[in-house]
C-alpha cells in the first residue's frame, strides 16, 4: 500500500516520548518531513538522535508548552517555514493527573481543559489554513475512556469525550476542503505513563508492577499490551493519501479490551 506521505510536513506533538515518539518514528519511515513537538529539549534530540539511526531521515523539533497559545503559533510557523504547508496533524498531549472527583480544584478542571483539549483546538485552528487550501489529515489523540471510563481517570474521561465531539464536528465541517478528522484511543501501549498508572493500582493490591501487569495482560483478549509501533502504524494510515474516505471516526487500539461499543 502506497501511503505517499514522502516529504509531506507533518506535525506531531508530545513527541518526546511514548505514543508520540512512535508516531513519530512511523511518520518517519515514509520519509514525510516531521516536526517533533514537546517540553523536554533533551527528550526531542533524544527522539531526533534514535529517529535518524532508524530511518536516515532528519526531523525538525521545536520546544513548546501545548499549553501556552504563543508557543504553539511559534511552533506550527515554524514546521511551515523549514517543511512547508502543513499535510498531516498528529495532536497528543501528556495525560492529566490521577484522582477521583473531590480530588480536584477548579485550578485542576481549568488545567486539564487548556492541556488537553484547548491544545487541541489551537493547533488546529493554525493549520487550517494550509489544509483549507491543499486538503489535510488531522488526527487526534485521546484514550479508551471514550468508549468505556476508566477509574481513577476523571480528569482524562471527560475531556477525552469532548475531543470526540469535537472530531465529528469538525469532519462535518472540514470534508468539504478534503481534510478528514479522526480519533483514536489508545488502551493498554506499553508507555511510561501506562506504567505510572498500574504502578499506583499494583501498589493498592499490595503486588510488583510486573506481576500486575502480566496478570492484567490476560485480560485482554490478545493477552498482551500493545506498542507504540502498532500505535503509530494506524496514525499514519489515518494521516496519509491512502486514507480517502475515513472521517469522523473514533478508533480504539487496545487489543480488544474494552466490551463497550
Not at 205 to 223: F, V
Amino acid at each position: 500500500m502506497e501511503l505517499n506521505l514522502k516529504d509531506k510536513s507533518v506535525v506531531v506533538l508530545a513527541a518526546g516520548s511514548g505514543i508520540g515518539k512512535g508516531v513519530a518514528i512511523e511518520f518517519a519511515k515514509e520519509q514525510a518531513k516531521v516536526m517533533l513537538v514537546g517540553r523536554t529539549e533533551s527528550k526531542l534530540i533524544e527522539t531526533k538522535k534514535y529517529i535518524a539511526e532508524l530511518t536516515g531521515s532528519n526531523p525538525s523539533h521545536v520546544v513548546a508548552d501545548l499549553t501556552n497559545v504563543a508557543d504553539i503559533k511559534r511552533t506550527i510557523a515554524e514546521a511551515r517555514k523549514i517543511n512547508g504547508s502543513i499535510y498531516a496533524l498528529f495532536n497528543n498531549t501528556g495525560g492529566p493527573k490521577p484522582g477521583y472527583f473531590d480530588d480536584f480544584s477548579d485550578e485542576d478542571w481549568e488545567a486539564t481543559f487548556k492541556l488537553t483539549l484547548l491544545s487541541y483546538i489551537r493547533a488546529i485552528r493554525e493549520v487550517l489554513p494550509d489544509m483549507q487550501k491543499n486538503g489535510g489529515r488531522i488526527v487526534n489523540n485521546t484514550s479508551s475512556s471514550i468508549k468505556q471510563a476508566i477509574d481513577t481517570l476523571l480528569l482524562s474521561n471527560v475531556f477525552r469525550t469532548g475531543i470526540v465531539g469535537l472530531t465529528k464536528s469538525l469532519a462535518k465541517e472540514f470534508g468539504k476542503y478534503n481534510i478528514l478528522v479522526n480519533v483514536v484511543g489508545a488502551g493498554k501501549i506499553a508507555t511510561k505513563r501506562v506504567d505510572q498508572i498500574d504502578s499506583v493500582k499494583a501498589a493498592q493490591m499490595n503486588m510488583p508492577l510486573d506481576k500486575y501487569q502480566s496478570e492484567n495482560a490476560r485480560s485482554i483478549p490478545l493477552q498482551r499490551y500493545g506498542t507504540t509501533k502498532e500505535f503509530g502504524k494506524l496514525v499514519t494510515f489515518l494521516s496519509s493519501e491512502a486514507n480517502t474516505y475515513i472521517t469522523g471516526q473514533n478508533i480504539l487500539v487496545e487489543g480488544g479490551m474494552v466490551s463497550a461499543y
